[in-house]
């Protein structure tokens, strides 16, 4: 009796330990524990990807980048007579050329103070694009709203509050005092013009921090495919400095096709773009479309220029030639781009199969 009261006493405290669960742990012991074991996780991880960024861009790189950029700008301030910082800035001059450098480099327009140079920079023909995988692509048009629609829409260059800002730029060189894209240099504030040829001989010891950061077209010095005059048109000289080529400008002009009797116009749009497939091209404002489709003599311009460059022209546009010479902004009905409203239109284009927005501001 007795060993049987012993087993059945120790069968209980078995039992018991047996059924004893651990205590719960004090505050946030095994959540600090969690926490810590996560976060070390996630660190680590951090930092495998952060180690990866850094292969492809460091932030030495960054800097560099950034330091090489900030010493053009101060060269194209400089050399361009203008002040980003202090918004002094004269689009109407020779050495607007630089600011427009300036604009195609940081992909922002600089804001004048005195509100009748805006308009310079609403006319801009030249548009560029914030992606960048295609920094250094850019694009021309010199027809993309009513007020470039004046300026070279007609058959003839009229007298109107819109042409007013541009009669010192406009005419054969051979004839008359034509303002040409320039730059003061020392010693005695020498004039020089700028062109390829000076780019990179008279201008070159200035222009060397330019070198890595403002990067354009190639140059081309083959005669173009049409018959080319000393003609200078709106920004038609810059259009040639920018692209690389004399006579890219006035070839811009001679691609409008007009419509007289039918009151219609057909305006081209001409993209440089290194290794791109592009496609799909719209000129868009107040989110309506104008649809372009490659020019017939798109061949003709990539012979010269070379199969970086590719040319559009649009649909057929709403175009009364006397009235846009006249200027009459109200008069201008069309229910297509760029002549629905005073909106800056922008240029939209599916390139290598991405979708990419083009600004000329």
């Known amino acids: 009796m007795k060993w049987m009261l012993v087993v059945l006493i120790l069968s209980i405290i078995t039992a018991c330990e047996g059924k004893i669960d651990p205590q719960p742990p004090q505050g946030n012991e095994v959540g600090t524990k969690t926490v810590i074991t996560n976060t070390t996780d996630l660190k680590t991880d951090a930092k495998e990807k952060d180690s990866k960024a850094n292969q492809s861009v460091s932030p030495d790189n960054v800097s560099s980048t950034n330091n090489k950029m900030l010493a053009c700008q101060k060269e194209l301030e400089e050399r361009g007579q203008f002040s980003e910082y202090e918004g002094r800035i004269d689009y ?5 050329i630089f600011p427009l450098l300036h604009f195609i480099m940081t992909k922002k327009s600089i ?7 805006t308009v310079y920079m609403k006319d801009n023909p030249i548009f560029v694009t914030s ?3 295609y920094a250094h692509s850019l694009l021309f048009t010199i027809i993309h709203s009513k007020r470039t629609g004046v300026l070279h829409g007609g058959s003839d260059f009229p007298d109107n509050k819109v042409t007013k800002y ?3 730029m406009v005419g054969d060189i051979k004839r008359g005092n034509i303002q040409i894209p320039f730059t003061e240099v020392s ?19 200035y222009m060397e921090p330019c070198k890595d950061s403002l990067i354009l077209p190639p140059t081309k010095t083959a005669p173009p495919f049409f018959n080319y005059s000393d003609y200078v048109y709106p920004f038609s000289k810059e259009i040639d400095f920018v692209a690389g080529a004399e006579g ?8 409008i096709l007009r419509y007289v009797d039918e009151k ?6 001409l993209f440089y773009c290194p290794g791109c497939k592009v496609e799909n091209v719209v000129m868009v404002q107040n989110n309506v479309e104008l649809k372009f489709t490659e020019a017939e003599t798109n061949s003709d311009w990539q012979k010269w220029l070379g199969s970086d460059w590719h040319m559009y022209i649009s649909e057929k546009v709403d175009f009364d030639e006397k009235v846009f010479a006249d200027a009459f902004f109200y008069r201008m009905r069309t229910h297509l781009p760029p002549f629905i409203s005073e909106y800056p239109s922008t240029v939209q284009a599916t390139i290598n199969g991405e979708q990419v927005k083009y600004v000329n501001r």
């Open 92 to 96: 109407k001059s020779g050495p607007r």
């Open 111 to 117: 804001e004048a103070n005195e509100p009748e140079q």
């Open 131 to 133: 992606n960048q995988k």
């Open 166 to 168: 541009y009669k010192s």
């Open 187 to 205: 010693p005695r504030n020498r004039a020089v013009e700028v062109n390829r040829k000076t780019w990179g001989n008279e201008l070159a010891k």
């Open 248 to 255: 890219v400008g006035e070839g811009l002009e001679k691609a």
């Open 264 to 269: 219609k116009i057909r305006i081209p749009i």
